[in-house]
């Protein structure tokens, strides 16, 4: 079955320190996989996506199709960093299924 | 306003009543989407659309009633809701199925 895991329901770290959101995927097909963020009072917004293998807000994404990972990170947090950030997996017929997202908190 | 549009962005229905979500984009993409967001669950899809026709339902029950008059405007009907249907309601859009989406800020639900 396809499946979207994000084992962190909340992520707390400090100004500056290295982030990193997990996400594995279960899918027999050929992923595609994006990371989603929503900020306080904003709509859901794409961060990135696999395919395009850009580096958005400082944060970066690697598929790994042998740990069937994609792992958000970010060498150094910022304050503003702070949202929940959701792992999907695009299917065939274009679904997506959304992992149950990951809040993170970004102290000063 | 650009992008999605949803309204209205809060609704209180009782069982009985019947409603509608509204959501419209101008944004010339031609797929557009449900999705419902429950408490400490993931955004679950209820249906898409794909050049007003759609292509998936998501075993979502009858209660819930999806129509795309043309490609900038899809409506849910709600009809004799029960009180776990009380949630987020998110409508997106994209140009097709295979690129990524645009949310709206959403439909909070609450049935009483």
């Known amino acids: 079955a396809q499946r979207v895991t994000q084992p962190e329901k909340l992520l707390s770290v400090f100004k500056g320190a290295p982030v990193e959101l997990k996400c594995n995927y279960s899918?027999?097909?050929?992923?595609?996989l994006f990371w989603y963020v929503q900020y306080s009072r904003q709509r859901l917004q794409l961060l990135l996506r696999h395919i395009s293998r850009e580096s958005i807000k400082g944060f970066t994404a690697d598929l790994n199709k042998g740990e069937t990972s994609f792992h958000l990170k970010k060498p150094f947090a910022q304050e503003e960093d702070s949202a929940m950030y959701y792992c999907?997996?695009?299917?065939?017929?274009?679904?997506?299924?959304f992992g149950q997202g990951t809040e993170l908190s970004v102290k000063p | 306003e650009t992008g999605v549009t949803q309204t209205p962005r809060h609704l209180v229905m009782g069982m009985t009543n019947k409603k509608s979500l509204k959501c419209e984009q101008h944004l010339g993409h031609n797929a557009m989407y449900w999705y419902k967001q429950s408490a400490k669950k993931p955004l679950e899809l209820m249906f898409v659309?794909?050049?007003?026709?759609?292509?998936e339902n998501n075993s979502v029950p009858s209660r819930f009633s999806p129509e795309c008059p043309n490609s900038s405007h899809l409506f849910l009907h709600l009809h004799t809701l029960q009180p776990e249907d009380s949630a987020l309601y998110l409508c997106?859009?994209?140009?097709?199925?295979?690129?990524?989406?645009?949310f709206g800020d959403g439909t909070r639900l609450s049935i009483l």
């Open positions: 999907a997996l695009r299917i065939q017929g274009g679904k997506l299924i």
């Open positions: 659309y794909s050049l007003e026709e759609r292509v």
């Open positions: 899918y027999s097909g050929s992923p595609e």
């Open positions: 997106a859009s994209s140009p097709d199925p295979y690129q990524p989406q645009h």
